[in-house]
Nanobody, 124 residues
């Protein structure tokens, strides 16, 4: 069992930056692939980024070059650095853990554990 807790969301002006954190409790964090997803009101949850256990990363086209995912296995934490934020980045951001740690999946159904989400609002 893995428990995930996101933090770092908030209100920021367009062009600004935020760093989200996701702290994991439970065993074997380093063996999980960790993903970030987001969901805007009235929309489906969508993939943002993923980092495998080995550090391989994949990004959605909409955030490539602006967002960076990283992990610190010693702290059982995954991060999402978000720069050059746009109003369309406004959403609830969720982290998720995939027990198949070598995966870099974009699909929500591949993930075994989810956090409760943190709100990110970007004003224009």
């Amino acid at each position: 069992q893995v428990r995930l807790v996101e933090s770092g969301g908030g209100l920021v002006a367009a062009g600004g930056s935020l760093r989200l954190s996701c702290a994991a409790s439970g065993r074997s964090f380093s063996t999980y692939a960790m993903g970030w997803f987001r969901q805007a009101p009235g929309q489906e949850r969508e993939f943002v980024a993923v980092i495998s256990w080995s550090g391989s990363t994949v990004y959605a086209d909409s955030v490539k070059g602006r967002f960076t995912i990283s992990r610190d296995n010693a702290k059982n934490t995954v991060y999402l650095q978000m720069n050059s934020l746009k109003p369309e980045d406004t959403a609830v951001y969720y982290c998720a853990a995939d027990s198949a740690g070598w995966h870099t999946s974009r699909m929500t159904e591949e993930y075994d554990y989810w956090g409760q989400g943190t709100q990110v609002t970007v004003s224009s």
